[in-house]
C-alpha cells in the first residue's frame, strides 16, 4: 500500500489532513505532542485506529521533547503527555489501549533514557500492529462477502482511519480485488461527513464501484434487496458484543435485522474493551453543536435551534451477525467468542 495516511519521520509526525480530504490532499508535519493532541481532538486524524496509532506517536514526540535528566521528573512529564493524550477523544479505545501500553512502560522502573527508546519502539510496534491486523481483517471478513451482490457501509474505514488497509472498507476492498463484483453503497454520514467526504474519495482510488447515499436513504436501499451485507467498523466493542461506532450505526443494523441482511462489524481486538460488560458502560463523544447546525461554516438552521451531536450509537449485539477480527471471526454467543481470543 503506497499511501501513507501517519506516517513516523523520527523526529515529526506526518498526517493528511482528513478535514480537507477530497478538496485538498494536504500533509501536516507535527512537531511535538500538543499539536498530535490536538489534531486528535479536531479530527485531523480520526478513526479508531488510526487515533491510536496518532496518540503513540505523539506520546512518542513527548517523551523525545522532555528535556530533564532526572529520572523521577522525565517519569512525571512523561505520565502527564500520556493523560493529556488520553483525553483528547472518549470513545475510541484504541487511544486507551495505546496510552495504558504506555503506562507500563512509564511505570518499568528503567532509566530515563532507555524508557523514551522503549515508547517510541512501543509507538511503531502499535503501528505495525495494527497494520498487520487490518491486512489479516480484510482477508477473513473478503470470504464473508457473496459475489454479485451490493455491499453497505457507513462511515469511514479505510486507510485514513487505519494507518493502514482498512477495516470494513478493507475487507470490501480486497472482496473487490478478489474479482468479486460487487457495488458498494456508502452512507454520506452526518454531521462530518465521512461517507461522502472519506470513503468515496478511497472507494474511487480503489477503483472499486459505488453509489453515494445520505443516512436517510438506507432503508430504501435495504429494502429493494440490492445489498447482500452490511460492514462497519467499531470504535469500542464490549465483552458483550455490543459494539459502539459512527452514529446512525445501530440504525442499519436495526435495518440490516428487518431486511433480513447479515450485519458485520469488522475491528481489530484492540477495539475490544473486555473490561466493560456491555454497551451500556460506553462513554459516547458529544461534539460541538456547530456540526448539526453548520455545513463548511455556513449555518443551515434558525438561530438558536436545540441540538445534540452524539458522535456515536451502541448497537446491541443481537443485531451482530459476526465480528470479523484479525484473529478470526467471531459469532454469537459473542461473549464466549470474545473471552477465547488468544
Ligand atoms: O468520529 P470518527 O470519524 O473518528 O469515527 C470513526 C468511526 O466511527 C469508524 O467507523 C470507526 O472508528 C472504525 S475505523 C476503522
Redesign the pocket.
Known amino acids: 500500500m503506497s499511501f501513507k495516511a501517519i506516517e513516523w519521520m523520527g523526529d515529526k509526525l506526518r498526517l493528511v489532513d ?1 478535514r480537507l480530504i477530497p478538496a485538498e490532499e494536504v500533509y501536516l508535519e507535527l512537531k511535538n505532542h500538543h499539536q498530535v493532541a490536538e489534531a486528535i481532538s479536531n ?1 485531523t486524524v ?6 491510536g496509532v496518532a496518540a503513540a506517536y505523539g506520546i512518542a514526540l513527548g517523551s523525545i521533547e522532555i528535556k530533564t535528566s532526572d529520572n523521577k521528573s522525565f517519569l512525571k512529564e512523561l505520565n502527564d503527555i500520556i493523560d493529556l493524550m488520553a483525553a483528547t ?1 472518549p ?2 479505545v ?1 487511544l486507551f489501549s495505546t496510552t495504558e501500553r504506555m503506562k507500563r512502560i512509564a511505570a518499568s522502573g528503567k532509566d530515563a533514557a532507555i524508557v523514551r527508546q522503549d515508547i517510541i519502539d512501543e509507538a511503531i510496534s502499535i503501528h505495525n500492529e495494527e497494520e498487520a491486523s ?1 491486512e489479516a481483517i480484510s482477508r477473513f471478513g473478503a470470504e464473508l462477502v457473496e459475489d454479485n451482490s451490493g455491499v453497505l457501509t ?5 486507510p485514513l ?2 494507518a493502514g488497509y ?5 475487507v470490501i476492498i480486497r472482496a473487490y480485488r478478489q474479482g468479486k463484483h460487487l457495488h458498494v453503497f456508502a452512507t454520506e ?1 452526518r454531521p ?1 461527513c ?1 461517507g461522502a467526504r ?1 470513503t468515496a474519495w478511497e472507494l474511487k482510488q480503489a477503483n472499486v464501484p459505488f453509489t453515494l447515499i445520505t443516512d436517510s436513504m438506507a432503508g430504501y436501499v435495504l429494502h429493494r434487496g440490492e445489498i447482500g451485507c452490511v460492514i ?4 469500542r466493542i464490549a465483552a458483550n458484543g455490543d459494539t ?4 446512525g ?1 445501530y440504525t442499519l443494523a436495526v435495518l440490516a435485522k428487518e431486511s433480513g441482511v447479515p450485519f458485520y462489524v ?3 481486538t484492540s ?1 475490544i474493551d473486555a473490561s466493560i460488560k456491555s454497551g451500556e458502560e460506553i462513554i459516547i ?1 458529544q ?1 460541538s453543536p456547530e456540526e448539526v447546525t453548520h455545513i463548511n461554516g455556513v449555518r443551515i438552521t434558525p438561530e438558536g435551534v436545540k441540538v445534540i451531536n452524539p ?2 450509537d451502541v448497537t446491541p449485539n443481537q443485531y451482530i451477525t459476526a465480528i470479523i477480527t484479525e484473529k478470526g471471526i467471531i459469532r454469537q454467543p459473542f461473549e464466549e467468542g470474545i473471552k477465547s481470543i488468544p
Open positions: 482528513q479530527m480520526r478513526g479508531a485506529p488510526a487515533i477523544r470513545t475510541a484504541n487490518s457507513h462511515c469511514n474505514t479505510g482511519a487505519t482498512g477495516t470494513a472498507l478493507g454520514t462530518r465521512q472519506l462497519v467498523g467499531a470504535d459502539a461506532n459512527k452514529i450505526t469488522a475491528a481489530p477495539t463523544e461534539r458522535a456515536f
